[in-house]
Every structure is written in C-alpha cells, then in structure tokens.
C-alpha cells in the first residue's frame, strides 16, 4: 500500500515544487504565493487525473505529460498584449481605486460582471495582475480539458481516448495562446458550457443548467452553444423544472454589481446595452463569410450584417427543427455532432466576429476527433483559421488572406453536417436477443 502511494505522492510533490519555483521566478509573485499557487496547480491537475479514472502507466504519462503542458505555460506569463494593456489593466486599476468589489458599482469595461469580478479580486492583491489573469486562464484551460475528456469517456470512448483528448486540448495551438500568451478569457467561458453540456448528458442536469448560465454570464459568445438546450429539453435530459435554474444562476452572478449599487436594469440588459461596441465593421480578423472580397466591396454593410445575422438565424432554426422531428430518436453523438455544427455555422454566419470566435469549434472538432478519428482533419482545418486570425493580431499583418481559413471552416461545418444528419437520422441498431 505503501509502495502504491509513494510513486504518485512523490510526483505531485515534484509537480507542486517545480511549480512553485517557476511562479516565484516572476517579480512580484513572493515565494509565499508561489507556494499557495503551485499547491492549486497541483490539485487541481490531481483533480482532473482522478475525475478521468485514470489508472497504471497511462495515469503517470498522463500525469507527466499534462504537468509539462501546464508548467510549460509560466514561461508566457510576463509576455503583455495590447489587450491587457489598453484594457484589463485600466479596468483593474480604476476597480483598486474605486475601492475593489465596491467599484462593481461602476460600469467599467464590456466585459460581465462576473469577469470584472476576478478583476477586482486581483485589486486587493499585490501579486501583478497579468500574472493573476494568466494563472486563472491556466486553471480554467485544466477545466476546459477534463470537459472535453469526460464528453469523449460519455460518448462511449475509451479511457485512453480521454485521456489522449485531455492531453491534446491543453496542447492545441489556439488554447495556449489564448491563455498563456494573450491571457484572453476564452478558455473561462467554453470550458463552462462543455462542462454544462457533460453534466446534462451525465445525468445531472441540474448543475448542467448552472454551469451553462455561467458560461453566458461571463461571455455573450456561449450563444453559440446555448442552442443545444433545446435538444436536450425535448429529449427528456433536461426537464422544464431545471430551466428557472438559468436565470436564477446568472442574476447570483451577476448580483455582485447590483449589491454595489448599480441599476438592475443596467446589470441584466448589459448584453443589450453593450451591443453597440461590437463596431461596424463586418469582420475583424475572422475566418468568417465577411473575410470573402466580395463583402469588402459592398457599401451597404448594414444590409451584409441583417443577411448575415438571418443565416445564422434560419441554421439554428433548422437543427433545431430537425432535433424536434427526431426528438425520440436523439443520441448523445448527434448532439455533440449538432453541438459543433452550431459552433462553427453560427460565427461563420454572423457578421462582426473577431480573431478568438471560432475557439469552440477549435475544442468540439478535438473532441469529435477522438471519438472518430477519421474526422482528425477538422482539428487542422479549425486550427489553420483560427490561427490565420491569432497571426493577424500578434503581428499585424496577415499571413494568408483570411479567406483561405473560411474555406476550410467550411469543409469542417460540411463534415458536422454529415455527421449530425447520419446519428440523427440513421436507425438504431436493434437490441440483441436475450
């Protein structure tokens, strides 16, 4: 027994202090809070391992390999973007003077609540606040991963094919740079709806519905998976009982902003209010419909926006329509089939998509991927569009037109089609006689 604990108490040991030390490498972090953060790391990794089932050799390789994944993303800590600094910083400055959570009270920044809550948590401290938001990121990324490796183990994957799921999901190109070096919230939002949606088909509804409600609290980009809901009502999954958990969960976490003093009504319509700085352009370095020639050459983009935004609409309405035409007959594969259709139709679709939008579909095409591997040409083809946006920001200049990664967004959305009209559609096999 002994024998058994020494291996895995000795590598998490390992793991804590090898965090530990390269969080105190960063000015300002203080050995005291290296130690606190790295013991975190190490939970929450120990965490993900056993929610996995992981067991034997795959469970050290995994082990290893995920504490290199995660460690490896602490060399990008100090590296700032324009985004922080032109905004995270502000805000989390104007929040330290305003007196933190009491500064909730103001409207500061776009972003929900509940973000500009982490914000004002990271006031009080003096640890420096990118490195806060990246170690967040990197906490949210582990979650992000164990999401998608239990979808894979549900969808009647093996354990291995989970564990290799959650290796690659914190090795994908997109998700590290998103967290570690753009230090962008991505990772937060995704890997609460995926986790919502494993938890509805789990079994758990419940908590499915919370973790979906604080998904779309922390970012309006989870509509893109919110229409998935409905399958899992007229299935049976979720009951109509589970719905007013939505908004209870949402309103507590939004509740912070209105206890410190600012208009309800301003709190719950921000979505609405903040729809004006989306911008006029039609894209901003996205693969979307928008990046073709053709739209560059319009002068009415308002008209381009309202086709735009009815496409998406009629997408949704259909897979919706064909889930409620087969509503006996939806298995857990053509909603997750139906789930990155919608991920990758709907930004296609939509105008005034930014670089970070497809960030759904880079993660559902993985997770579709080590369930079929014959679809592994979907992980590439999202990654080299979405990357085509990344490369934009980073360098200011694009590499390829960003039209090239629309085509092969396309072929991804063809392919979910396919795969989401075969499982809705095609006849259960019969159960074998007893």
Not at 37 to 46: D, H, M, R, T
Not at 157 to 175: K, N, W
Not at 211 to 220: D, G, N, P, Q, V
């Amino acid at each position: 027994m002994k024998r058994a604990l020494a291996l895995p108490l000795g590598g998490a040991f390992l793991f804590w202090a090898a965090a530990s030390a390269l969080l105190a490498r960063l000015p300002g972090f203080g050995l005291a809070g290296a130690v606190i953060a790295g013991l975190v790391l190490c939970l929450a990794l120990g965490g993900c391992l056993r929610a996995l089932g992981l067991k034997g050799r795959a469970l050290y390789v995994c082990a290893v390999l995920a504490a290199l994944l995660v460690l490896s993303r602490t060399f990008f800590f100090p590296t700032a973007t324009s985004d922080f600094t032109d905004f995270l910083l502000p805000w989390t400055e104007r929040l330290r003077k305003l007196g933190g959570l009491r500064g909730l009270g103001t409207e500061i920044g776009n972003y929900n609540v509940p973000y500009m809550v982490l914000l004002a948590l990271f006031s009080y401290l003096k640890i420096p606040v990118l490195y806060l938001i990246k170690y967040t990121e990197t906490l949210f990324d582990l979650l992000l991963a164990l999401s998608l490796g239990l979808l894979v183990r549900q969808l009647g994957g093996s354990r291995l094919r989970s564990c290799v799921c959650f290796l690659l999901a914190l090795a994908l190109p997109t998700v590290f740079l998103n967290s570690a070096v753009w230090g962008q919230c991505d990772s937060l939002y995704v890997s609460l709806a995926l986790l919502g949606l494993w938890l509805c088909l789990a079994g758990k509804p419940g908590w499915g519905m919370a973790a979906f409600a604080l998904s779309f609290a922390f970012k309006l980009q989870a509509v893109f998976l919110l229409p998935i809901l409905f399958p899992l009502l007229v299935s049976g999954r979720v009951k109509w009982r589970h719905i007013p958990i939505f908004p209870a969960t949402y309103l507590l976490a939004v509740s912070p902003a209105i206890l410190a003093g600012r208009k309800i009504t301003d709190v719950l319509l921000f979505y609405v209010s903040s729809a004006s700085s989306v911008g006029s352009g039609l894209n901003y370095n996205s693969p979307s419909m928008y990046s073709l020639l053709y739209f560059y050459r319009l002068s009415d983009t308002a008209a381009a926006a309202k086709a735009g935004i009815l496409a998406a609409a009629l997408l949704c309405l259909l897979v919706c329509v064909l889930f409620f035409i087969k509503r006996k007959q939806i298995s857990d594969k053509s909603i997750l089939f139906g789930a990155l259709l919608l991920c990758c139709g709907l930004p296609l679709l939509l105008p005034h998509m930014h670089d970070r939008y497809f960030f759904f579909c880079d993660v559902l095409t993985l997770c579709v991927s080590c369930l079929l591997p014959a679809a592994a040409p979907t992980v590439l083809l999202s990654q080299f569009a979405s990357l085509l946006g990344y490369h934009a920001y980073f360098y200011m200049r694009y590499l390829l037109p960003m039209r090239f990664g629309f085509f092969g967004l396309v072929l991804t959305a063809l392919l979910a089609a396919c795969l989401f009209l075969d499982a809705l559609f095609s006849p259960k096999p019969a159960p074998p006689d007893s």
